[in-house]
């Protein structure tokens, strides 16, 4: 194959269409514009989602909710997903591998919520005071 003898598929291609040109040609007069308005004139063209003046649906439709950026970022973890860990040696990286946390996340936190009885040993993640007295309990620490 030759970079200069590639051509597009048969057919696929259509010459373009010159309006305006008389009668004959079947898009004569008008041009395909219809009669008079806005979109018949020369440069007459206006914004996605103007209606004329009247205000737009996007700006009498009212605001609602909030998406937080630092979500993206950010993760709780249960205590009884430290309880499931195959390790007992739990930072950021062994629960992104662990598929408990998205790899996007930068920040974990664990959360006082189920139950733990294996001893963990945590390092480099934030830890609710509940969740560290619950873990100290099971024989684990917290660093």
């Known amino acids: 194959?030759?970079?200069?003898?590639?051509?597009p598929a048969e057919g696929s291609k259509r010459p373009r269409l010159r309006?305006?040109?008389g009668i004959g040609s079947g898009i004569g007069k008008t041009a395909g514009r219809g009669h008079k308005g806005q979109k018949a004139r020369a440069?007459?063209?206006?914004?996605?989602g103007f209606e004329g003046g009247q205000m737009p649906l996007h700006r009498r439709l009212p605001k609602r909710g909030f998406k937080s950026l630092s979500a993206l970022t950010k993760a709780e973890v249960r205590l009884s997903d430290l309880e499931k860990m195959p390790v007992t040696e739990i930072d950021l990286l062994t629960l992104k591998q662990a598929g408990v946390v998205s790899t996007l996340i930068t920040d974990?936190?664990?959360?006082?919520?189920?139950?733990?009885?294996?001893a963990v040993k945590l390092t480099g993640v934030t830890v609710t005071q509940g969740a560290k007295a619950a873990i100290?309990?099971?024989?684990?620490?917290?660093a």
């Not at 194959?1 to 051509?7: A, E, F, G, H, P």
């Not at 100290?136 to 917290?142: C, H, L, N, T």
């Open 1 to 7: 194959m030759k970079l200069n003898t590639i051509q």
């Open 19 to 21: 309006v305006g040109r």
């Open 43 to 48: 440069g007459g063209f206006h914004k996605v």
């Open 108 to 118: 974990v936190r664990v959360i006082k919520s189920g139950e733990i009885k294996k």
């Open 136 to 142: 100290e309990a099971a024989g684990g620490s917290v």
